[in-house]
């Protein structure tokens, strides 16, 4: 079975530029999350997709950041403008949409470097 | 309060010690527990469910306190191998968020 495809694996950019991202979930599954991990921390979620609508986006800085999920697979995360604090692994999971079974898959993660 | 808090560490153990990691959630809606390893600049990848009931695979032992509202991982007969962050998970229904804590490093020593 594959699993959740994320590209790229490394991005660097400048301050105030633009940045997105890209995730394939793995097939069949509804629930997709993007999760930010800064160095040192845990992963924090960052928005959270039940097919394609937002179910919890409440930790996503809207200013700046913005993400969809069109047709309720691929997603997209985008950044605009970059500030140097989000410099971080930026992780897409997706799970299978089964109750009580939340187990997430995680892709290998896009790393961010803003300089 | 963090929704999920675990102590960081990081433990540095000996071969073949037993290590336990505690990790308390202050989401009493909670339904599902996990733990997952993560390793160095790798992404996260599940270890192993938490059930109420205390479940085992191998030389891990998981176990769930809901009146307390804690999860615990228990490592028996430590490997180099084990060495890596585990971060601890609670869940809500299908539909609900998981929440990761920040994690705790563990690193065996020959």
């Known amino acids: 079975e594959a699993g959740v495809a994320q590209s790229p694996r490394y991005k660097i950019i400048e301050k105030r530029q633009s940045v997105a991202f890209w995730c394939n979930p793995i097939?069949?599954?509804?629930?997709l999350y993007w999760y930010q991990q800064i160095l040192g921390q845990g992963p924090k979620l960052l928005i959270q997709?039940?097919?394609?609508?937002?179910?919890?986006d409440s930790q996503l800085p809207k200013d700046r950041f913005s993400a969809e999920r069109l047709k309720g697979v691929d997603s997209t995360l985008k950044i605009q403008p970059a500030k140097l604090e989000d410099s971080a692994v930026y992780l897409c999971?997706?799970?299978?949409?089964?109750?009580?079974?939340?187990?997430?898959?995680f892709g290998q993660g896009t790393r961010l470097t803003v300089v | 309060r963090k929704e999920v808090e675990q102590d960081p560490g990081p433990f540095n153990v000996p071969e073949g010690a037993t290590v336990a990691f505690n990790c308390t959630y202050s989401n009493s809606a909670s339904q599902s527990f996990f733990w997952y390893r993560q390793d160095c600049r790798k992404e996260p990848k599940l270890l192993m469910s938490?059930?109420?009931s205390g479940n085992e695979d191998g030389r891990f032992t998981a176990q769930l306190n809901r009146a307390s509202q804690y999860i615990s991982l228990l490592i028996r007969d430590s490997k180099l191998s084990d060495s890596a962050t585990y971060l601890c998970?609670?869940?809500?229904?299908?539909?609900?968020?998981?929440?990761f804590g920040s994690g705790t490093r563990l690193s065996i020593r020959p």
């Open positions: 997709f039940q097919n394609n609508g937002v179910v919890d």
């Open positions: 938490v059930y109420s």
């Open positions: 999971a997706s799970s299978p949409r089964s109750a009580g079974n939340t187990e997430a898959f």
């Open positions: 097939s069949g599954h509804a629930t």
């Open positions: 998970v609670a869940g809500g229904s299908s539909a609900s968020k998981i929440i």
